[in-house]
């Protein structure tokens, strides 16, 4: 595809039933049916075919919207995991402290 890069093509391809391919279809099919209804038509029976055309068109840009989601949030991560890498100094791991130690004795009250 043409808007993604060629290391995008090394990610696992997303689910096919995913949210964006869920939401961009049903308000296709939502924007097909008020068509009609704007133009005085049954909303369902008429322009049936416009109707399943425009649900898979939606299905079909939400799943590659899906996968440029996919490749934005993998590179950020990369360069974050990079950067945690070339400045381990900002970094430092925190010391582990118990339960006991976080939170105030218990002194019950009679």
Do not use: C
Not at 19 to 45: D, E, Q, R, T, Y
Not at 57 to 70: A, Q, S
């Amino acid at each position: 595809m043409w808007f993604l890069p060629e290391e995008a093509k090394d990610l696992p391809p997303p689910s096919l039933f995913n949210m964006n391919s869920a939401w961009l279809a049903f308000s296709a099919g939502l924007a097909s049916m008020f068509h009609n209804a704007i133009n005085h038509k049954p909303p369902l029976k008429s322009g049936v075919h416009r109707l399943v055309l425009m649900t898979t068109i939606g299905w079909y840009v939400g799943y590659h919207v899906t996968k440029r989601e996919h490749y934005y949030f993998a590179k950020v991560d990369r360069d974050m995991k990079e950067y945690i890498q070339l400045h381990p100094d900002n970094f430092v791991a925190k010391d582990k402290k118990t339960f006991a130690e976080i939170v105030e004795p218990f002194i019950p009250v009679r």
